[in-house]
Each structure stands twice: as structure tokens, then as C-alpha cells.
């Protein structure tokens, strides 16, 4: 099966970004967060001045949050993901209100699933034993990747764990349910990356 990364750069529109403050207000870093926010959590999300018409599914922010449209929830509720949804206020620069109902994608699984064998990367040899020799080391340079795709499952929805890539990724099949919903996300096959 093939997979995808979810961008958060659109083609004609460009990059799609924005700050994000949550409610109540965090005392630490986003991405530092590893666990659930407490019930009744929301957000807000400011995006940049570029960004004049959101007239898409996906987008992430400079703090490290990712967002989906309401219909893009539902049928992510609808595929095994333990992701919490936040409900989340989105508005432009100028203050009005974005046209789609917005939620805050929080904690997507993360899968031990990155072939270190057939995948291409940089200090390879070294990355590769501390994976059979703890602690792991975190692959920061990628220019293949290639995926267990045994260990994935029946996951639709995730990231890659031990891996410096922070794009989501959806299975084809999952990728093949949205295009019939008419959900506007950019992806990218995975396989053919640099970063």
C-alpha cells in the first residue's frame, strides 16, 4: 500500500500557517505536551496575513499544532486513530472568522514503523545499531524512506516515531475515502522525500 504525507503547503495558495493559544493557557511548549489536555480545552488559531481565503482541510502552525476541518474529523473518527480533537476558534490576521469549523488534531499516534534497512539517511550505521542498542537515536536527515508496512496495521492516521519529519501520514485508502468526500489536502508520497 502506498502512504502520504499530509503538507501543510498548498499549490497557487502557498504556505498556510498561524500561532496557536490554547484555553487554558499551556505552561510549557506544545511539542514538549505527551499527554491528553484536560476536557474542555480549546484553542485559537491566528493565521498569518498571507493567508486570506482557508478554503482547505488540513493545515499545521508555526507552534507545532495541526488542524482539520470538521468533515476531515469525521471520517478520521470513522478509522482507528486515538487522536484527541480540540475544538478550535480560527481566524484570519484581521480578525473574521474563517468560513469551515476548524479542530485541533492533538497527540496522533506515533509508529515505530521507519525501515532503518532499506531506508535512506544520513549516519546510517550509527542510527541503525541504537536501535538494537538503546538508546535510539533520532534520524534527522532523510532521503528515502521506506516503511514497515506490517507494523502499521489497520492505522489510517499517524506519525513516524524516532524520525525528525513532523507531516502526518495518511494510507491511500484513507487518502482515496477523502478525495470522494471532496476534501482539499495537499500530500506528498512517501518514498520520495528530502528534508
Given amino acids: 500500500m502506498n502512504y502520504y504525507f499530509l503538507e501543510s503547503q498548498y499549490p497557487r495558495r502557498g504556505f498556510i ?4 493559544t490554547f484555553t487554558p493557557q499551556l505552561d510549557m511548549n506544545y511539542l514538549a505536551i505527551e499527554n491528553p489536555f484536560p476536557e474542555g480545552t480549546t ?3 491566528e493565521l498569518v496575513s498571507t493567508v486570506r481565503n482557508l478554503n482547505v482541510d488540513y493545515f499545521e502552525t508555526i507552534t507545532g499544532t495541526r488542524h482539520v476541518s470538521d468533515l476531515f474529523k469525521t471520517l478520521l473518527e470513522e478509522t482507528k486513530t486515538n487522536t484527541q480533537f480540540i475544538p478550535t476558534t480560527v ?8 468560513e469551515k469549523t476548524y479542530w485541533t488534531a492533538h497527540q496522533l499516534d506515533r509508529l515505530d514503523v521507519f525501515d532503518y534497512e532499506r531506508s535512506e539517511y544520513g549516519r546510517k ?5 541504537s536501535v538494537q542498542q ?3 537515536k533520532i534520524v534527522k536527515v532523510v532521503s528515502r524512506i521506506c516503511l514497515h508496512e506490517e507494523r502499521i496495521g489497520e ?6 516515531d524516532y524520525i525528525n519529519i513532523f ?10 475515502v477523502c478525495r470522494k468526500h471532496r476534501l482539499n489536502l495537499n500530500v506528498t508520497e512517501v518514498g520520495n522525500v528530502s528534508i
Fill in 125 to 129: 550505521a550509527v542510527i541503525a545499531a
Fill in 167 to 176: 507531516k502526518p501520514i495518511v494510507s491511500k485508502d484513507f487518502y482515496e
Fill in 17 to 20: 500557517s498561524g500561532g496557536t
Fill in 91 to 98: 481566524c484570519y490576521h484581521d480578525g473574521r472568522a474563517v
Fill in 134 to 136: 538503546p538508546p535510539r
Fill in 43 to 45: 484553542a485559537e488559531v
Fill in 155 to 160: 492505522h489510517e492516521f499517524f506519525m513516524l
